[in-house]
T-cell receptor, first 112, second 115 residues
Framework: DAGITQSPRHKVTETGTPVTLRCHQT?????MYWYRQDPGHGLRLIHY???????DKGEVSDGYSVSRSKTEDFLLTLESATSSQTSVYFC???????????FGEGSRLTVL | GESVGLHLPTLSVQEGDNSIINCAYS??????FIWYKQESGKGPQFIID?????DKRQGQRVTVLLNKTVKHLSLQIAATQPGDSAVYFC??????????????FGKGTKLSVKP
């Protein structure tokens, strides 16, 4: 157990509404990540953070923003959700000796 | 749990047989590789890793082989068990390159173990 909690685990929302997903870690890791997972695409990096208030874009960042105001929390926000953002979202932290990622249990988002 | 493997390559093996899952990686500058296992409804779970200065690494019932010449990675699972049924992903990164060690994931292979 890498001490990662994602919330909510499931959410259904409507197009155009804002959505925020939260990732909470208990082990004080510097690096945190948000991925989305879709059939046929595997895991794709949305945004990542390398410290408090330090974030950067990943491969599929359009339509998403992130914030990290304290070490333990990394928030992913969809300002105006679209149906193409229906996906399973995974938070990860970089831990371990070699920098492998440890993942949360995922947040399933459905945008109607 | 949700389905993440609707269009994945599938490997079906008999319980007790050995399994070999293959992965072609894309970046010749990648120097660190990881295999993950993902069970239905769960997040990916670290299995084993290997650095580019190695050709082979063994864990408990798993072995990873790296062929840098052809940019190929494989995961061998010995005496496959029903609990090994999952989707397996390879991931690559250049730890000392400009990618900040961010992992790039393959699309995955679904392993089904027949009892």
């Amino acid at each position: 157990d890498a001490g990662i909690t994602q919330s909510p685990r499931h959410k259904v929302t409507e197009t155009g509404t804002p959505v925020t997903l939260r990732c909470h870690q208990t082990e004080n890791h510097r690096y945190m990540y948000w991925y989305r997972q879709d059939p046929g695409h595997g895991l794709r990096l949305i945004h990542y953070s390398y410290g408090v208030k330090d974030t950067d874009k990943g491969e599929v960042s359009d339509g998403y923003s992130v914030s990290r105001s304290k070490t333990e929390d990394f928030l992913l926000t969809l300002e105006s959700a679209t149906s193409s953002q229906t996906s399973v979202y995974f938070c990860a932290i970089r831990g371990g000796v070699s920098g492998e990622l440890f993942f949360g249990e995922g947040s399933r988002l459905t945008v109607l | 749990g949700e389905s993440v493997g609707l269009h994945l390559p599938t490997l079906s093996v008999q319980e007790g047989d050995n399994s070999i899952i293959n992965c072609a990686y894309s970046n010749s500058a990648s120097d660190y590789f990881i295999w993950y296992k993902q069970e239905s409804g769960k997040g990916p779970q670290f299995i084993i890793d290997i650095r580019s200065n190695m050709d082979k690494r063994q864990g408990q019932r798993v072995t990873v082989l790296l062929n840098k010449t052809v940019k190929h990675l494989s995961l061998q699972i010995a005496a496959t068990q029903p609990g090994d049924s999952a989707v397996y992903f390879c991931a690559e990164t250049a730890l000392y390159g400009g990618s900040q060690g961010n992992l790039i994931f393959g699309k995955g292979t679904k392993l089904s173990v027949k009892p």
